[in-house]
């Protein structure tokens, strides 16, 4: 792999920022969206993300995506769950932790070819969507949810780094969501993949489908196949229920690990009508929380108590300062 990144590196450097010229046009303007105050773009500084992948039964995937427009990317024939966590140090609305529990997909009216979206990504409208994505603060609910659709809730979250391993843990009421940790690159210099990354997210709220895009730029390290080491349990908060019917395989196909990123979200969205061939059909669909959901949100940044590690056998022991992100 080390051979790999150094002939990567300087090829991964020429590249464009994926950033639009529309959010360097805005820079420095001010947005008051459902009374949260922003500074364009809505972006985070010096933020952590660790990232990992898991093959997954495609048709249990294809069984969890509502509607008829989205599709489980294959890869070897099967599905990905794609798990990210981010620790964000420094935003709009203050620090927290994120964690996403997602299936990669294709938004069209068609299936994609195997492998064609990892190249062109724009032309299959390559993502994720996001089953589950538990949040520190009650504003980063109120935000995110309420102006980009994404199925935000407030949970128990931390953060840890070791010098060989980073983990994050999701409990919620009491029951345990889910828990990751990948293994860090040993040696000197082993995080210097340069990284510019552009993302979309489907989300489910309302009874529609709504997309969202990110953009990162860090420098990390990427492991793929037997180098990458991670280890995923899930538990048995109600969040991940729709997760355990997915045959989730144990080895990852990749993980990352970005000790700086700095990340921009696109205050452009899309959504549409989620559908079905009759009304009954229609009503059943699992279309996420409806608005009354955030109607009587605050804009608090206090966090919930950590998860408890104790519930996870082998778990890295969180510092003192683990809820905000330790090195």
Same mark, same amino acid.
């Given at each position: ?12 450097? +020429? ?25 364009? *773009? ?7 993300? @660790? %990232?990992?992948?898991?093959?997954? !039964? ?6 969890? @995506?509502?509607?008829?427009? %989205? ?9 990905? @769950? ?33 492998? +064609?979206? +990892? ?6 409208? @390559? ?22 659709? %994404?199925?935000?809730?407030?949970? !128990?979250?931390? &953060? ?40 979309? !997210? ?13 953009? &990162? ?14 280890? +995923? ?56 929380? %409806? ?26 022991? *969180? ?9």
């Amino acid at each position: 792999m080390k051979n790999l990144t150094e002939l990567a590196a300087p090829l991964l450097k +020429l590249l464009p920022s994926p950033v639009p010229r529309r959010q360097e046009r805005l820079r420095g303007q001010h947005a008051f969206a459902d009374g949260i105050k922003y500074v364009m *773009p809505v972006n985070s500084d010096d933020s952590p993300v @660790l %990232m990992a992948a898991f093959p997954i !039964n495609k048709r249990a995937a294809a069984a969890a @995506l509502p509607g008829s427009e %989205m599709r489980p990317f294959t890869l070897g024939g099967k599905g990905l @769950l794609v798990v990210t966590v981010v620790n964000y140090k420094s935003t709009d609305i203050g620090k927290y932790i994120e964690y996403s529990l997602a299936i990669a997909i294709t938004h069209g009216s068609r299936p994609a070819p195997p492998i +064609l979206p +990892l190249l062109f990504q724009k032309t299959f409208k @390559l993502g994720q969507f996001v089953v589950d994505l538990p949040v520190s603060t009650e504003v980063s609910v109120k935000g995110g949810k309420g102006i980009w659709g %994404m199925p935000k809730h407030q949970a !128990n979250l931390d &953060f840890v780094v070791t010098d060989t391993t980073v983990s994050a843990q999701y409990d919620k009421d009491g029951q345990l969501g889910c828990y990751i940790e990948i293994e860090r690159p040993a040696g000197p210099g082993a995080t210097q993949l340069p990284l510019k990354l552009a993302a979309s !997210n489907y989300c489910v709220f309302r009874n529609m489908l709504w997309k969202s895009d990110i953009y &990162f730029e860090a420098t990390g390290d990427i492991a793929l196949g037997a180098q990458a080491k991670a280890r +995923l349990i899930l538990g048995d908060a109600p969040g991940v229920e729709p997760l355990r019917d997915l045959q989730v395989e144990s080895k990852p196909v990749f993980t990352a690990w970005l000790p700086q990123a700095h990340g921009v979200l696109d205050d452009h969205y899309e959504a549409w009508f989620l559908t079905a061939p009759t009304q009954l059909e229609a009503v059943a669909l699992r279309g996420g929380d %409806m608005m009354d959901s955030v109607v009587d949100l605050g804009q608090g940044q206090e966090w919930l108590a950590p998860p408890d590690r104790s519930r996870v056998p082998g778990a890295a022991a *969180p510092s003192a300062d683990s809820r905000g992100g330790v090195q």
